[in-house]
């Protein structure tokens, strides 16, 4: 039986892992804000923030570690403020800079007419919806009609999706409507395509003569004249 630990020893052991746990590391886990996509800043420094608390980062270890979280139009931005050299001031910059300008409805506008792309899985799509919903006050009842609503597909089809009442109950809604989609082959449309491309072709092969009406020859060579 080994030997038991002294509280030094633990607490040297604590350090260690501590140590060991780089940015570096944690980096490759974190989002990158760039300023030019969907993502917001304030669910960008909410994220930072949570995992700064976590690592008990100090305010410069947060100013030096945020920076290199930053591309495109935000690093732009990080140049153009010279040398920054408060955590605070960052945060306040960024947010006057990066933060919501658009008013609600146009939020509501761009989902409403927001559609399921043909190449996206559904939990893509709802992500999508989420990340957009994120720039306005969207309650979770409009989103998720706004979601149902881009849905491609019979309303019929559909029922198994309403009713959920928060975000998550609405995501397993959708799983289980992902599988039953899966599991169900679209046969009416594709007989419904085969059939209008056979009577394509039929109609393209008959001769009707526009005098007499019958259907073995042609106005110019027709034998009885005009019916």
């Not at 990080?78 to 306040?92: C, H, M, P, Q, V």
């Not at 409805?105 to 989420?130: C, G, P, V």
Request: aromatic share 10%.
């Amino acid at each position: 039986m080994p030997p038991k630990k002294d509280v030094k020893e633990i607490e040297d052991e604590e350090q260690e892992l501590d140590i060991q746990i780089s940015f570096k590391d944690l980096e490759k886990s974190m989002n990158i804000f760039t300023g030019d996509d969907t993502h917001p800043i304030e669910t960008f420094i909410d994220e930072f923030e949570d995992t700064a608390k976590i690592m008990k980062w100090t305010t410069v270890e947060k100013l030096v570690y945020v920076k290199r979280l930053l591309d495109g139009t935000a690093k732009l931005f990080l140049r153009s403020l010279g040398r920054l050299k408060d955590y605070a001031l960052f945060k306040k910059s960024f947010m006057e800079e990066f933060g919501p300008k658009i008013h609600s409805a146009i939020i509501h506008k761009k989902l409403a007419s927001r559609k399921m792309k043909y190449d996206e899985t559904y939990q893509q799509y709802f992500l999508s919806m989420k990340e957009l919903a994120l720039h306005g006050k969207v309650e979770d009842a409009a989103l998720i009609a706004y979601v149902i609503d881009g849905i491609r597909g019979l309303d019929i089809n559909k029922v198994i999706l309403y009713g959920a009442t928060d975000k998550n109950n609405f995501r397993r809604k959708l799983e289980i409507y992902s599988a039953f989609k899966t599991k169900m082959p679209n046969k009416s449309v594709q007989s419904g395509q085969s059939h209008g491309h056979n009577l394509t072709r039929k109609m393209v092969h008959v001769k009707r003569c526009y005098n007499c009406g019958e259907l073995d020859h042609q106005s110019p060579t027709c034998p009885k004249g005009i019916k």
